[in-house]
């Protein structure tokens, strides 16, 4: 059994930056694939990125957030990060850590994902 919390949200104007992290514990994360995903108001839950524990495994985007959002993690410290940047108001939703057992897939549905953190909200004011 895998617990996430994630944290970092908050309040940025158009054109800023956020950093979020996942923190892990129990289980073995470090076998885990490990994704972003964010749900706006109104709207279904949608994918971000991800990223595998495995060497070599390049991180997967969704194609709105290529070039302005970085997944990366520390498997030491069981952490995930995700770094927001260029942030525009059609970010704003509520951000969820999810992972997922093994690293040899790119998993991009949220049904691929075993376990789930709580949420955090990012608002992105123009």
């Known amino acids: 059994q895998v617990q996430l919390v994630e944290s970092g949200g908050g309040l940025v104007q158009a054109g800023g930056s956020l950093r979020l992290s996942c923190a892990a514990s129990g289980g073995t994360f470090t076998a885990t694939t490990v994704g972003w995903f964010r749900q706006a108001p109104g709207k279904e839950r949608e994918f971000v990125a991800t990223?595998?524990?495995?060497?070599?495994?390049?991180?997967f985007y969704t194609n709105s957030v290529k070039g302005r959002f970085a997944i990366s993690r520390d498997n030491v410290k069981n952490m995930v990060y995700l770094q927001m940047n260029s942030l525009n108001p059609e970010d704003t939703a509520v951000y969820y850590c999810a992972a997922a057992p093994g690293g040899t897939t790119i998993p991009t549905t949220q049904s691929e994902y075993r376990y789930w953190g709580q949420g955090t909200q990012v608002t992105v004011s123009s």
């Open positions: 990223i595998s524990w495995v060497p070599g495994y390049s991180p």
